[in-house]
């Protein structure tokens, strides 16, 4: 069974740093998605960035950027030029590649709840 | 539609009684899925659907819970003779490939 790591429960940082978001997972599927979602008060679940287990260069989305290590089994999701909206809930999330037309369940982390500091 | 679209958006039922709750997934997408979220939790998987039948229903927690998908499109959990640990908010997502889920806003449900 896939499990999905994230060991930091709260995060905070100051309007315009940086900060990094851990996430690690275990697997012993070769190929699959990794994903980080975003989760703001209203409830409503955003996809901030995916990574193709396949591809070694790491996904990028304007602040947001990633660094997967495949064999650490690490997903880091960076946030640059952090903004007050980018106030959240985090999670990351695993699906295994699946075949034949079907999509497969995502596994999710516990989160990491952000604060954007003024 | 736009977006997947779920309701109602809060919903407080007595202890014992049944509730049942409706997603409607974006005009296309041939997957369907159902997460509950207890607070301060992740998503907890409960069941997939590719069209109208349900290859993995192994995340439902108890005989209590029950979903279907009619014509590929709408869907709806119903939770018989809810308890207190029912309570959460239930979200339901779409997708068409390997991109990605999109999700709607989720029902809250409190069970008193």
């Known amino acids: 069974a896939q499990t999905v790591t994230q060991s930091q429960p709260e995060m905070s940082v100051q309007e315009a740093e940086t900060v990094t978001l851990s996430c690690t997972y275990d697997?012993?599927?070769?190929?699959?998605?990794l994903f980080w979602y975003k989760q703001p008060p209203s409830r409503q679940m955003i996809l901030v960035i995916r990574q193709e287990a396949y591809k070694q260069q790491n996904a990028t989305e304007n602040r947001f950027s990633v660094n997967f290590q495949k064999a650490a089994k690490s997903f880091s999701l960076k946030i640059s030029d952090s903004q007050l909206g980018d106030t959240a809930m985090y999670f990351c999330?695993?699906?295994?590649?699946?075949?034949?037309?079907?999509?497969?369940?995502?596994?999710f982390g516990k989160g990491t709840k952000l604060s954007v500091k003024p | 539609g736009a977006g997947v679209s779920q309701s109602p958006s809060n919903k407080v039922t007595e202890k014992g009684k049944d509730v049942e709750l409706r997603c409607d997934p974006i005009s296309g997408h041939t997957a369907l899925y159902w997460y509950r979220q207890s607070l301060g939790q992740g998503l907890e998987f409960l069941i997939y659907f590719q069209g109208n039948s349900a290859p993995d229903k192994s995340g439902l927690p108890s005989d209590r819970f029950s979903a279907e998908r009619t014509g590929g499109s709408v869907s709806t959990l119903t939770i018989q003779r809810t308890q207190q640990e029912d309570s959460a908010v239930y979200l339901c997502?779409?997708?068409?490939?390997?991109?990605?889920?999109?999700f709607g806003s989720g029902t809250r449900l409190t069970v008193v």
């Open positions: 997502a779409s997708s068409l490939a390997w991109f990605g889920y999109t």
């Open positions: 999330a695993f699906m295994k590649r699946s075949y034949g037309g079907s999509q497969g369940n995502l596994i």
């Open positions: 697997t012993s599927e070769n190929n699959y998605y």
